[in-house]
């Protein structure tokens, strides 16, 4: 897009965003990835002809407003630097994203760039086979003598650059000091105890802490990456999922500057019958260099583009504070344009949520059904839309958002149980006085009453709510929304989703989440320094928000996969992918 296209807020659709994913492509990364197609910039009425044809370029070079495949674009102008779609046949909006972006958010959170490092292969950049391990690929690469530790050396046919092999072979606590104390450290920070008390506790210095926690999630990484393996191969049949999200406090400062609040945003989701946390992602992508990626953008004009044609598009750059109405909302903007951390920038979280369940689409692309129980978001249908647009159309996937009436958090729990017996009283009596339901069993009478009232919603932002007729104590005023609402699905082929629509799964793992590990407690807002909005300091958040990454995926296998005091059977076995419960040794010693 030139420049002075940019300041008219005209839109060029010669610069669409490019697909992402096995695309053809130079990218090497593409072919380890074959099986993930990006493009997400499509139609989402599933109504509609247009539902998931891809926008295309016009035939000719000329700037047009009208693409290919009856679509038009728009800028967005609740947002400055927002591009959005519009469906020519029924007349649709819908944003677009950079596929690209997308695409490397979701390699981040599958791990494949752990899995990288843990693999002998060209570490040129620009070498068609970085990233191509030698095992599998043999014939790319040949040999070229040993290191001084008797580790093979090899050179790349193509670039001719060399390299050596990884060491897979050494303990994994090589070179750590102190191992003996792993284990006791280890529960330590699954036990809500903060670093300093750790420190305390046992004996050891600050920068060793920081190395065990490193050590600990990389040897988590390897080792659930080793255990799902069998998710990936195995049809689970079918699952019930709930997603939610919350967020996360932290301590970023400046130099010399006072202490603020930034929120990090965390997706999950989790099986609801056997609590499995597949996928846990927060928004905050701790490999990069904030200041490297913020030159870069300005010297190629990254400012100036709108957000799905830039090269960083999926990265908060510094000119986005003060400018995104969506960060705004999140916390003070003050806070999060002065104190970026030095390593590490935030991820807008829409293109989270793409990473994410593209990731989840991939774990469970063997399992036949799939149920999607969410928190409301705004984004929701679009991107159920675009990951799971193959399913949807087999009717694989059923997807449901869940909201509630919170004005009901300030009652006891007394209070909340005689609204919950208020409202089964009430469904008896229509259930006495209904000829359709009076015979039925509890299950299919509400399943019924939800049919009978389907075409009676409760519409709010152009969404038709389904109240659900006896929500539980924590669950006053439980309305579900139908994302995945087409032609060709009745709701009585559905109706026993929205009864057991619930989102206890991943409402189990955030209390753990909050009850067991010291930064992600909620921050005590009585403390004087909360006082002053701008000043929004929290007594547990972290001041490097990567070991927020890092404890979380810890906390996710040792959730999933350790048996511990209370848990019998381990929500790892509960899903049938292991037949033991495993010790924390397990993982601290696996290879």
Partial sequence: MSESKSKKHNCNSEKLPPYGGSQPSNNPRKKLSESVFVQVNSCKNMDCENYNIPVKLPENNKRFRTCGNDYMLQKEYDRSNGIRLKCLKCNEWTSIYNNQSIYDEYLGISGYFDKLKRTTHCKNLECINYGLDIKDNPDEYVKNGKTAKGMSKYRCKLCKKGFSEYDNKSKTTKHHTKHHKNRLIFKLLMSQVSLRGIIDATEIGSSTIYAKINFFY????????????????????????????????????????????????????????????????????????????????????????????????????????????????????????????TKGMQVHKTYTMFGHFFHLRELLGKTKYLTLYNDYDSALKTVIGSVFAERINNKRLEAYALSFDYHHKGKSRVEKEEITKKHKDDFEQIKIHNPELKYLDEFSAKCRLVELNFDNPSIADNKKWHYHPTPGAEEQGKRIWWITERKGVDIEDISGDIITASNNGVDRFFQTCRRKLSFFERTNKKVGNQKDKERNWSQYGAYDPSILVKLLEIMRVYYNFVGRKGVKITPAQKLGIVKKAYDINDILYFK
């Fill in 218 to 341: 990389d040897q988590c990484r390897k080792f659930t990456q080793s255990k799902e393996k069998k998710i990936q191969k195995t049809n689970l049949k079918s699952l019930r999922i709930s997603s939610d999200h919350q967020y996360y406090q932290t301590n970023w400062r400046a130099k010399g500057d006072g202490e603020y609040n930034v929120q990090l945003y965390n997706l999950s989701s989790v099986d609801n019958n056997s609590g499995y946390v597949f996928v846990s992602s927060l928004n905050f992508d701790p490999q990069v260099i904030s200041e490297e990626i913020n030159k870069d953008a300005l010297e190629i004009g990254d400012l100036e583009k709108f957000n799905p044609y830039r090269k960083y598009a999926r990265y908060i750059l510094d000119d986005d504070y003060g400018k995104d109405q969506d960060l705004e909302k999140e916390s003070p903007v003050r806070a999060r344009f002065r104190n970026k951390p």
